[in-house]
């Protein structure tokens, strides 16, 4: 049953300390880099939002190969919100109004004067690193590197 396999989770990530430099898992958190249907673990993204590493290095959904910035803000709340079908009118419209006043602030600057410098705790790397496409076209990718 559902509830069973939340509590199952919440256990499992509980062990999970705070502030980790690199936490590595096999499948990723929901609503990021976790594929199309957005298979992610519900839990594990309730626990990047306490645990906040500075890295997190998953693989499972190989449609979901990438690198993600993610910034832990409400925006970010709210965009996960809509992301998952969670999400109102309420959600939407902060969105809404986070691009347009972004849009404003940043006319006309180039994308590094836009750059702001990481900072623990506010900022997580997520990097979906599976090599293979199986579903696409079998090829393998090259490494993912990650600068920090």
């Not at 256990?11 to 298979?39: C, E, I, K, M, S």
């Not at 645990?51 to 993600?68: C, L, Y």
């Not at 109102?88 to 600057?109: D, I, N, P, S």
């Amino acid at each position: 049953p559902p509830e069973d396999s939340e509590t199952k989770a919440a256990f499992l990530w509980a062990h999970v300390p705070d502030n980790p430099d690199v936490l590595v898992t096999h499948g990723q958190p929901a609503a990021h880099r976790d594929g199309a249907r957005h298979h992610g673990c519900p839990a594990l993204l309730h626990v990047l939002w306490r645990a906040r590493p500075a890295v997190h290095v998953f693989g499972h959904i190989h449609d979901g190969r990438g690198v993600e910035h993610v910034r832990w803000t409400e925006t970010q709340r709210a965009y996960e919100h809509v992301v998952l079908g969670l999400g109102g009118l309420k959600e939407v419209g902060a969105l809404l109004w986070t691009f347009l006043k972004a849009r404003v602030l940043f006319w006309g600057q180039d994308a590094q004067a836009q750059k702001v410098q990481m900072t623990e705790g506010e900022e997580t790397i997520l990097a979906n690193v599976a090599l293979k496409l199986e579903w696409k076209d079998g090829a393998l990718r090259p490494a993912t590197v990650i600068e920090i």
